[in-house]
């Protein structure tokens, strides 16, 4: 059988100026509204999604509904979210009734360390209404909750099987540098421990209304259960493991300019002298004198079981 297509499959640019002076509505900076206009790019971001009726998706920042309603088509549900209270009305216009759709009103984030807990109940009920199994996270995420976005979910969880979002380019550059690289820290640790990471195209600003003033990046984040399962050994009775290596991480890298032994000394509330640091960093024979961005992951996990 034929799909049916969404209510509105071509959001050209054109299209959406006269749609959004019908609604007297206009992009806000303060909320990272950009819209994409290259309808192959959004075309490539469902795609990227390896969608399938299986899936219970998680759409932060819907937007006018054009990927939302493209979702639909494969996804078993889309659930998506949408702060700004004009294009949530909009979006439902546009999208119609759709039982596979939920739109869901609210921010997305409950603070920058925790997701929004009905949000995250909207999706479950979703994903257990349409008898999808697995949960996934595909979205054009608004350059201002997406850092927190990816790693909020992966962290705390639902943990999705996989995540596809478009991101500043800058932010790419930080999920995949590799150590040594002026790019590398806390986020490339953090994302890198917990999942495979993968860029999947550089999108110039000439492919949004409005036009950011940097590139953007569709990047893919698989989650691992082998690297979590490491992870997950960092756990204290108080902290999970992921929460326990995101925190040390940013006091960490607080002191970047510092070398290793500087910036364990520096970090607050571990009350650790230079002496104690130096015997620690001597059993793990590192050098006090390296800088913590020049370490692999694994070094990393090993200094947060150590001083985290």
Known sequence: MKQQEPP?????????????????????SKL???????????????????????DAVLEVGTGTGSLTGRMALEAGSVTSV????????????????????????????????TMEPTVLAAWREMAAKTGCTR???????????????????LIEGPVPVRMVGMVQWEIAERMMATPGHKQFGSLAVLIQALSKVTVIRRIPPRSFFPAPKVDSAIVQLDPDPAMRAEVDKLATEKVGGP??????????????????????????GRDLTKKVVDERLAAMALP????????????HLRLCAAFG
Request: aromatic share 6%; glycine share 6%.
């Open 8 to 28: 509105n499959p071509r959001q050209t640019l054109a299209f959406l100026i006269k749609l959004f002076q019908k609604h007297n509505l206009g992009a806000k």
């Open 288 to 299: 006090g004198e390296i800088r913590a961005e020049a370490l692999d992951v694994a070094t």
């Open 135 to 153: 949960l996934k996270m595909v979205a054009n995420l608004p350059y201002s909750v997406a850092v927190p976005v990816l790693t909020n979910l």
């Open 243 to 268: 929460r326990r290596l995101r925190d040390f991480l940013r006091d960490l890298y607080c002191h970047r300019r510092k070398n290793l032994r500087g910036g364990l000394v520096a970090m607050q």
């Open 82 to 113: 949408e702060i700004d209270p004009g294009f949530a009305r909009m979006a439902r216009e546009l999208l119609g009734a759709n039982p596979k759709v939920r739109l869901v009103e609210s921010d997305a984030l409950l603070n920058k360390n």
């Open 32 to 54: 990272g509204q950009n819209f994409l206009i290259d309808l192959n790019l959004v075309d490539l971001v469902a795609r990227s999604g390896d969608l399938s009726p299986e």
